[in-house]
């Protein structure tokens, strides 16, 4: 499976942007989907997820109230709609195929990963 994120680029302090994530090669409609982000000179982490039907979703708390993942209907693809974005949110955002049906906040709990995209946010 491969995936790819697109849809980053510049943007200014509490402007918006939506992210897409699209599975090839294989469908990923029974597994759930993450959202990753790995800001400059630091690690990875979890931004938020969705399960295989739509219907459950995990966010990170700094994300929480600004940022929705959903899934596209029919589609093994998702995206990820930012909002009131920060400084603090410049990164490189990572979609991922999880192992099962729900994707957790850990990498470990993801199979596939894709090449990401960056987002820079603007003061």
């Known amino acids: 499976v491969q995936l790819q994120a697109y849809g980053g680029g510049l943007v200014q302090a509490g402007g918006s942007l939506r992210l897409s994530c699209e599975a090839c090669?294989?469908?990923?409609?029974?597994?759930?989907i993450g959202w990753f982000r790995q800001p400059p000179g630091q690690a990875r982490e979890f931004v938020g997820s969705?399960?295989?039907?739509?219907?459950?979703?995990i966010y990170a708390e700094s994300v929480k109230g600004r940022f929705t993942v959903a899934r596209v209907k029919g589609k093994s693809a998702a995206y990820l709609q930012m909002n009131s974005l920060k400084p603090e949110d410049t990164a490189v955002y990572y979609c991922?195929?999880?192992?099962?049906?729900?994707?957790?906040?850990?990498?470990?709990?993801?199979?596939?990963w894709g090449q990401g995209t960056l987002v820079t946010v603007s003061s």
């Open positions: 090669r294989r469908p990923l409609s029974n597994n759930g």
């Open positions: 969705i399960n295989w039907s739509g219907t459950s979703t």
């Open positions: 991922a195929g999880a192992r099962g049906s729900y994707g957790g906040t850990s990498q470990s709990d993801y199979s596939y």
